[in-house]
């Protein structure tokens, strides 16, 4: 038997013998001669099988020509034949003449979806709407890019944690909250890692990364909230401020954007039509108050109350930001401490900002990250401030009793950073499977 070769390695390979296997993308069954698309997960390539005539010039019904004629789109197959180089091919200048075809799985011929489906219909089909190129390339995105900084984290020495997902306390708010049944009590879904990343300098592991799902019980419909989503969190000790945890993150994204742009950045422009950028280093900061009056200056107030910012205000600093200094990034720092965590450090000078920030990347905010509040006294305080039962909190109060470093961190939206990078509409694009308010399935 001819070994299975992928698509994309055909064209390196001399004329001869070769066998693919894959899913029927188009099958066009003329009267002389059949083509096939051929699609495996690294590329497409054409089929072709002359038909056989007779000496009346009849078509013979043979093989493989019976079995191609009923061929349903989305079958996978296996097939062998000779390779054959051709710059008249459209498809990658090559195409196989078909010597068998054998079929291992038979797709139902009407297919469910099709391009112009709405993006809920494609998210009920996920599995066939993933075969799509432009999907495929998404997540073999995403690999490189977590690969990237699971890299950086490796070689400085980090250590990878993996925090459980199951609690006995909120780890945010108690708002936006999941609730779960545990025997005969009540458990909560982690909506960050935050806790236990902290607990992590007390153990005196000193910088940790973990890559891992986090939950909200987000009732809004937003293009950018999920109800599960992958979280991207770090924390580093010994820090002198939030500086030190935001030169961390540039580098790390730096990292991500330049293997991403290496590896995949001539078909993300081929297929986005995007060009990826490496963010240069530094990159812009501003205090939040600051690009709030530069926001109102090109004719926007943000309305709320709150001290923070909003979406178009978002949008509208990340536009000064481009056209100013020319870069996608911009970290919003000092914001003010009524808005903020209890956790989250406050200047040593104005208790009413913190040493934190959120980052904001072509104009949404992909993360947030802080100096954390180190001493157990102010921690305390800070806790009681915030309206919070410290009682309830007491096994993480615990982490500041015996002994700890400075610290600081970030966490950061996985399926955020991808979206905004590929210009998608919303981070279902971008995510394996969405969890929403409606959506469990599949
Ligand atoms: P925060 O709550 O800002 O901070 O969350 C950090 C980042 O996680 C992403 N994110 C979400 N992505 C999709 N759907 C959601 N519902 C959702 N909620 C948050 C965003 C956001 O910027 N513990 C702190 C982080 C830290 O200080 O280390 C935290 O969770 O990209």
Redesign the pocket.
């Given at each position: 038997m001819t070994e299975r070769v992928l698509i994309k390695d055909l064209s390196a390979l001399d004329d001869g013998t070769v066998s693919v296997s894959g899913w029927v993308e188009t099958v066009r069954d003329q009267k002389k001669v059949q083509f096939v698309v051929l699609r495996d997960e690294s590329g497409a390539v054409q089929l072709v099988n002359p038909r056989t005539t007779d000496a009346d010039g009849a078509v013979v019904a043979d093989e493989p020509a019976t079995t191609i004629s009923a061929l349903s789109q989305g079958s996978f197959i296996t097939v062998t034949g000779e390779l054959k180089h051709d710059e008249r091919v459209k498809l990658g200048g090559i195409e196989i003449k078909l010597a068998s075809v054998e079929v291992l799985s038979h797709a139902i011929p009407e297919t469910p979806i099709a391009a112009d489906s709405s993006l809920d219909k494609r998210m009920d089909w996920r599995f066939l709407d993933l075969r799509h190129p432009k999907q495929n390339l998404i997540f073999r995105i995403q690999t490189t890019f977590e690969h990237a900084l699971r890299t950086y984290w490796v070689e400085r020495d980090f250590i990878e944690i993996h925090t459980p997902k199951l609690m006995a306390s909120a780890?945010?708010s108690r708002a936006e909250l999941f609730e779960v049944e545990y025997f005969g009590s009540k458990a909560y879904l982690a909506?960050?890692p935050?806790f236990f990343?902290q607990m992590a300098q007390s153990a005196g592991f000193g910088k940790i990364f973990e890559i891992g799902p986090?939950f909200?019980a987000?009732p809004s419909f937003t293009s950018?909230?999920?109800?599960e989503?992958t979280?991207v969190?770090t924390?580093i000790s010994w820090i002198e401020s939030h500086e030190d945890v935001m030169n961390l993150h540039e580098d790390l994204l730096v990292a991500g954007f330049r293997a991403v742009k290496e590896k995949h950045g001539e078909e993300i422009l081929a297929m986005f039509d995007v060009e990826v950028t490496v963010p240069t280093q530094p990159f812009p900061r501003i205090a939040l108050a600051e690009a709030k009056e530069i926001v109102k200056e090109r004719g926007y107030e943000v309305p709320r109350e709150d001290d923070d910012m909003d979406p178009e205000g978002e949008r509208q600093i990340a536009a000064y930001v481009k056209e100013k200094f020319g870069h996608e990034f911009v970290f919003l720092v000092d914001y003010s401490s009524s808005i903020r965590?209890f956790y989250h450090m406050r200047h040593a000078d104005d208790a009413s900002l913190t040493n934190?920030y959120?980052l904001i990347f072509n104009g949404t905010?992909?993360?947030?990250?802080?100096q954390r509040e180190h001493r157990i006294d102010v921690l305390i305080a800070q806790a009681r401030e915030k309206g919070m039962e410290p009682e309830e909190l007491e096994f993480y109060l615990d982490f500041f009793r015996y002994g700890v470093p400075s610290h600081g961190?970030?966490?950061?939206?996985l399926?955020?950073v991808l979206m905004l990078m590929l210009h998608q509409a919303s981070?279902r694009e971008v995510t394996y499977l969405f969890r929403g308010p409606t959506r469990l399935l599949p």
């Open positions: 780890s945010e909506q960050s935050q990343k986090a909200r987000d950018r909230h999920a109800t989503f979280s969190d924390e965590p934190s959120d905010e992909i993360s947030t990250g802080a961190g970030f966490g950061m939206g399926a955020r981070i």
